[in-house]
């Protein structure tokens, strides 16, 4: 059983700081790729960043480039997401993720997640 708990969300003003993480238990000898995704009231959920565990190539989506950076703790099968210059458009729940392979519909799909965290909410004030 594999199990990704996110950490380190909550309330912050515009233009602060936060820094998630999320760790994996249970089976973590085969992780291919991690991600962060975020779902907003309303709307569907959509990639934010992805990281290779093996090779450490990052994704990102257009939104957040520049102000999102994602990295890893291979010891600690544990993955970051730091997140600054939160704007308001930034509140969300966010999810991380888990693929143990690789699939053709690449690290932006949420098809190619096998595993993913229960969400933690991330609120950005104006």
Same mark, same amino acid.
């Given at each position: 059983?594999? #199990?990704?708990? &996110? *950490?380190?969300? =909550?309330?912050? #003003?515009? =233009?602060?700081?936060?820094? /998630? ?8 000898? $085969? ?7 975020? #779902?907003? !009231? =309303?709307? &569907?959920?959509?990639?934010?960043a992805?990281?290779?565990? *093996?090779?450490?190539?990052t ?9 999102? +950076?994602?990295?890893r703790? @291979? ?5 970051? /997401? #730091?997140? @600054?210059? /939160?704007? !308001? &458009?930034? +509140?969300?729940v966010?999810?991380?993720? $888990?693929? /143990? *392979?690789?699939?053709?519909?690449? !690290?932006?799909?949420? $098809? ?6 229960? =969400? ?7």
């Amino acid at each position: 059983q594999v #199990q990704l708990v &996110e *950490s380190g969300g =909550g309330l912050v #003003q515009a =233009g602060g700081s936060l820094r /998630l993480s999320c760790a994996a238990s249970g089976r973590t000898s $085969r992780t291919y790729i991690m991600g962060w995704f975020r #779902q907003a !009231p =309303g709307k &569907e959920r959509d990639f934010v960043a992805a990281i290779n565990w *093996s090779g450490g190539s990052t994704y990102y989506a257009d939104s957040v480039k520049g102000r999102f +950076t994602i990295s890893r703790d @291979n010891a600690k099968n544990t993955v970051y /997401l #730091q997140m @600054n210059s /939160l704007k !308001p &458009e930034d +509140t969300a729940v966010f999810y991380c993720a $888990r693929a /143990l *392979s690789y699939r053709s519909w690449g !690290p932006r799909d949420s $098809r190619t997640y096998d595993y993913w965290g229960q =969400g933690i909410q991330v609120t950005v004030s104006s």
